[in-house]
């Protein structure tokens, strides 16, 4: 899946295998639960999820970073992630300077309450960074 280019994420999912659709739209399920205010588009082809600015995504490994791919699965990366629970480490920076990733080959390998604890740090922090710089705190 090299070349193709989606208007939403309705045909990112037809496009997938079964296996990273079924991951996906796991992963986004917890998303949405967890945070019901995020918003949700297709950046790079993929998922992305806002709160005052980009926070996660998920990647299907068979959506393409420029020509390969590079890993089985479902990516879900936290775009401020050098800022999480570093001594969790289940999501991990890897050789990456800012973005904490972790790659899901089924939903048998997601621990929800890990993913849901990254999830609720990354928004608090998301919040966080807003209030410093406007002044004014986002959530009144």
Known sequence: ???????NIDELFECLQPNEKETTQYLRQIIIECIPT????LSYNVPYFYGQGPVCYLWPGSVFWGKKRSYEGVRMGFVQGKELIPELNYFSLEHRKNVRCRD?????????DLVKLYLFDAFNIDNKRTFNKTG?????
């Open 104 to 112: 899901f080959v089924g939903i048998s390998d997601v621990n929800v």
């Open 1 to 7: 899946m090299t070349s193709i280019k989606f208007n």
């Open 38 to 41: 995020v918003s949700e588009k």
């Open 136 to 140: 004014k705190n986002p959530l009144k």
